[in-house]
C-alpha cells in the first residue's frame, strides 16, 4: 500500500529554470512532511520539511507547499543548478513518532 | 559533528545465512530507523528504535530484527536470508519527532 507516490520517475530541466517535483499522498493523518536528496553510492541527504500547521517553507533556493485538502505537496528548486541532479525523496509522517512512509523518488537531471 | 556510520558498506551472503548490521546514530540522538532500498521501491520502513526500546515497525517478516544499545547504536540483523533481502539498507538518527532525520551512507547486501 503505496501511501506516499512520487508520479514522475524523471524530470529534465535546464539550468537556471524552475524545477518542480510532486508527491501526493492518501493518509490524512499525516502531519510531518520531508524532501530528502540522494546521490548515488550516498544515503539520503535532508533538503527541507514542512509540519501541517503551514503551507509553504523557504531556505535559500529551495520551498516546499503544503495542500492539505488535496493531499498534495511540491518542492520548488530556484534557479536549478546542474549539482542539483539528483534522485528527491518525499517523506511523511504522522501519528507514529518517526515512521516515515517514503515515496519512489524522482530522479532530476538538470542541463547545462 | 560526525554523521551517522554504517558498516560494514558492502556485504555478500549466502540464502540461508543470517547477517548482523551496524549503524552508530550522531551523537546526542537518541531514534535511529531502519529502511530498505531495492530498485523502483523507494525506501521502505523496517523499524525505529527510541531509548533501547522499539517504537516503530514496518510490515516486515520477523526474520528482520533489532536492537539499540544504551549508546544508541543499534544492530539490524535478518536471519534465514533469501534472495529477495538484497538491498541498500539505510540506517537514519534523528534526535526525536519532528525532527529531520539523517542518513547513513547504507550497507549494500547482496545474497547469491
Known amino acids: 500500500d503505496q501511501q506516499v507516490k512520487q508520479n514522475s520517475p524523471s524530470l529534465s530541466v535546464q539550468e537556471g529554470r524552475i524545477s518542480i517535483l510532486n508527491c501526493d499522498y492518501t493518509?490524512?493523518?499525516?502531519?510531518?512532511f520531508l524532501w530528502y536528496k540522494k546521490y548515488p553510492a550516498e544515503g539520503p541527504t535532508f533538503l527541507i520539511s514542512?509540519?501541517?500547521?503551514?503551507d509553504k517553507n523557504e531556505d535559500g533556493r529551495f520551498t516546499v507547499f503544503l495542500n492539505k485538502s488535496a493531499k498534495h505537496l511540491s518542492l520548488h528548486i530556484v534557479p536549478s543548478q546542474p549539482g542539483d541532479s539528483a534522485v528527491y525523496f518525499c517523506?511523511?509522517?504522522?501519528?507514529?513518532?518517526?515512521?516515515?512512509?517514503f515515496g519512489s523518488g524522482t530522479k532530476l537531471n538538470v542541463k547545462p | 559533528k560526525a554523521g551517522v556510520t554504517q558498516t560494514p558498506r558492502y556485504l555478500i551472503k549466502t540464502r540461508g545465512q543470517q547477517v548482523t548490521l551496524s549503524c552508530s546514530p550522531i551523537s546526542g540522538h537518541r531514534s535511529v530507523s531502519w529502511y530498505q532500498q531495492t530498485p523502483g521501491q523507494g525506501l521502505q520502513f523496517l523499524f525505529e528504535?527510541?531509548?533501547?526500546?522499539?517504537?516503530n515497525k514496518g510490515n516486515f517478516p520477523g526474520r528482520f530484527s533489532g536492537r539499540q544499545f544504551s549508546n544508541s547504536r543499534s544492530e539490524m540483523n535478518v536471519s534465514t536470508l533469501e534472495l529477495g533481502d538484497s538491498a541498500l539498507y539505510l540506517c537514519?538518527?534523528?534526535?526525536?519527532?519532528?525532527?529531520?532525520?539523517?542518513f547513513g551512507p547504507g550497507t549494500r547486501l547482496t545474497v547469491t
Open positions: 528504535y527510541f531509548s533501547e526500546t522499539q517504537r
Open positions: 514542512i509540519s501541517s500547521i503551514k
Open positions: 493518509n490524512s493523518m499525516f502531519d510531518y
Open positions: 517523506a511523511a509522517s504522522g501519528g507514529n513518532f518517526n515512521k516515515f512512509y
Open positions: 537514519a538518527s534523528s534526535s526525536d519527532r519532528f525532527s529531520e532525520q539523517y
